[in-house]
């Protein structure tokens, strides 16, 4: 038997039932190799002695019917998690430990999975390549100095490390996605309105969502059967009926029509991308899908769109670092001042510059010429979707316009950064459901990956056509285990 | 700035501008800082501007992606007694309340 880390989800699920495999030892094997890999930073808090704790606990009067049997799981840092500290990847809430737990952590603990720890994300999940986290980077287990994508950077890393069997990460703008691209892991946003915001820190309200990060399809659709759940503490979870996601998913594609939109094929993306977007349409035929052009001609809409929305909302939501209920609290002459000190001290320079964008968005005179603006653009973007999904059942496209840059490449100049999301930002505001899948390699050898994009509530269909293509693509990760050299 | 007609000319951000958006964030900026935000500022405006080149008129804003109506509850208390939670993270608190500097002299 190969080792445990390196299992899948459903190959360690298999083992622990079979008895096999105790979730203790499980616990002890990623204790163990998290020890040998504090180099690439994934963790902000340990939660080992508890987990292991637990993990005994399981064994000594284990519940085999349970989704996730005694499984140990590391999440990311902005689910909050009762008596574990949870910091956002911020100064401002250093030392902020909550007292409620976040509704898609808790379906994980009612399913049997333990929590590992914390992992690092970028500030408030404010960034693309986890360089923007008060805890420093996070390395890319593929590479040395290569970031992992954002801002579920400490996620995608401890997946494609061996750290963790699957986590979990919350996606704005493509935090999810973008991130699994660049690690050559599976991360799935779902539907807006699946997964709970309750519990989760909040960055842009209208666009957050939760999904499962993994080391293959199958791994993320047991996953999201566990955290999808209607939740009434969010008032924008939606009631609709949920599949058993893993068992019923398939092989069988056939028939199924897939869109290819030409807006994406952006100026100036790299010959690679191009080619493995041709080398997925390819895939996708085998799997017996019928690939239809489509137009998306909103599409070079959607990053300023973006930019205006995410800062507005962000702005109002970290309204409430304030440094008198919780988080941080610098010392001031007066109240104002106070306030002032705090927030200057406790955001780091990503999530000023957007606190401040979006402020001035939403300032008095400018709400019609950007706000507003932005939100009919946001619907035209919407029905392009809408229009399309009379044609087709899903749509394919590359995950990222490239493939995972060097730490500190990007890091000073905002606009360069933020075109990474080209790609991911369209899905957010339409609120589909997308998947990113990995695909290939560049010149370098660092992983690409594919977008599948359906139609909202329809995770089935996006999850079948990438466990369809996952199987022609066979796509292996080839980690050296560099950083414990 | 100037609006008309529902089209926005973006001018550039000044240092002034900066400051002003500061206070209103309550986020205090030295020199340098500012001066950095308002490059910033300004690259990413003049990339938001091409939302100018659309005709948005006669389109409705889209405000919730959900398309639901938000969900009445029972107004009926539902949380125990909390107020210890609640204080909890509190930088500086008494027995029943969170602390602030003095607003009134």
């Not at chain 1, 204790?31 to 040998?36: N, Q, Y």
């Not at chain 1, 690439?40 to 939660?47: A, D, F, L, R």
């Not at chain 1, 137009?295 to 990053?303: C, E, I, K, Q, R």
Request: hydrophobic fraction near 35%; charge should be negative; include cysteine.
């Amino acid at each position: 038997m190969s080792e445990i880390t390196s299992l899948t989800l459903y190959e360690l699920i298999k083992n622990i039932k079979e008895k096999k495999i105790s979730s203790n030892e499980a616990a002890k094997s990623f204790v163990d190799r998290a020890e040998k890999s504090k180099k690439i930073n994934v963790y902000v808090t340990e939660n080992f002695e508890n987990c292991l704790k637990l993990s005994k606990e399981f064994d000594d009067k284990p519940n085999f019917d349970l989704k996730l049997p005694g499984i140990p799981i590391a999440v990311k840092d902005l689910f909050c998690t009762n008596e574990v500290r949870t910091t956002a990847g911020s100064n401002i809430l250093n030392n902020f430990v909550p007292t409620y737990e976040s509704t898609v952590t808790q379906n994980i603990w009612n399913e049997g999975g333990i929590l590992l720890g914390k992992l690092n994300c970028d500030e408030f999940a404010m960034g693309s390549s986890n360089e923007t986290s008060f805890f420093g980077n996070v390395q890319n287990p593929i590479a040395e100095d290569l970031v992992p994508g954002g801002s579920s950077g400490g996620s995608s890393a401890a997946l494609a490390a061996n750290l963790t069997p699957v986590t979990i990460g919350t996606d704005t703008g493509g935090s999810i996605r973008q991130p699994a691209s660049f690690t050559g892991t599976v991360g799935l946003k779902p539907t807006y309105g699946s997964c709970s915001r309750y519990g989760i820190v909040a960055f842009a309200s209208s666009l957050d969502q939760a999904g499962p990060m993994s080391k293959d399809v199958k791994d993320s659709s047991i996953l999201l059967e566990v955290i999808s759940s209607f939740d009434k503490k969010d008032s924008t979870s939606i009631d609709f009926k949920r599949n058993n996601y893993s068992s019923e998913l398939t092989r069988n594609i056939k028939g199924l029509k897939i869109g290819i939109p030409k807006e994406y094929r952006v100026d100036g993306m790299p010959d690679e991308i191009e080619k493995l977007w041709k080398k997925g349409i390819e895939y996708a035929k085998d799997c017996g899908a019928e690939i239809i052009d489509i137009s998306l001609p909103h599409t070079s809409y959607a990053l300023p769109t973006y930019y205006i929305v995410a800062p507005a909302e962000a702005s109002s939501n970290l309204a409430r670092y304030d440094g008198v209920k919780y988080g941080l609290r610098s010392s001031g002459k007066n109240l104002i001042d106070m306030y002032e000190k705090t927030r200057s001290e406790g955001f780091g320079e990503e999530v000023k510059r957007r606190v401040m964008i979006g402020t001035y968005v939403l300032s008095s005179g400018y709400y019609d010429a950007y706000y507003l603006k932005a939100q009919k653009v946001r619907q035209l973007i919407k029905q392009d979707f809408d229009q399309a999904y009379n044609k087709v059942d899903a749509i394919l496209t590359p995950s990222t316009p490239s493939s995972a840059f060097k730490i500190g490449e990007k890091s000073n100049d905002p606009v360069s950064m933020y075109l990474n999301d080209i790609f991911t930002v369209p899905v957010n505001l339409a609120g589909l459901p997308g998947i990113s899948i990995p695909a290939g390699v560049d010149k370098n050898n660092y992983p690409l990956g594919l977008q599948i994009i359906g139609k909202p509530f329809d995770e089935q269909t996006v999850l079948n056509i990438a466990y369809s293509m996952e199987e022609k693509i066979n796509y292996k990760n080839n980690i050296t285990d560099w950083w414990m050299k | 700035m100037v609006v008309c007609d529902n089209i926005f000319y973006h001018m550039t951000i000044d240092l002034k501008t900066v400051k002003h958006i500061s206070k209103l964030a309550r986020i205090s900026l030295d020199e340098k800082k500012a001066e950095k935000l308002a490059t910033d500022m300004n690259s990413i405006f003049e990339f938001i501007e091409k939302l100018n080149e659309l005709n948005t008129d006669n389109v409705e804003p889209l405000t919730s992606i959900a398309e639901t109506t938000l969900r009445f509850r029972d107004d009926k208390i539902t949380s125990e007694n909390i107020r210890e939670k609640i204080l909890k993270n509190s930088p500086e608190k008494n027995d029943d309340f969170f602390v602030v500097p003095k607003v009134v002299e």
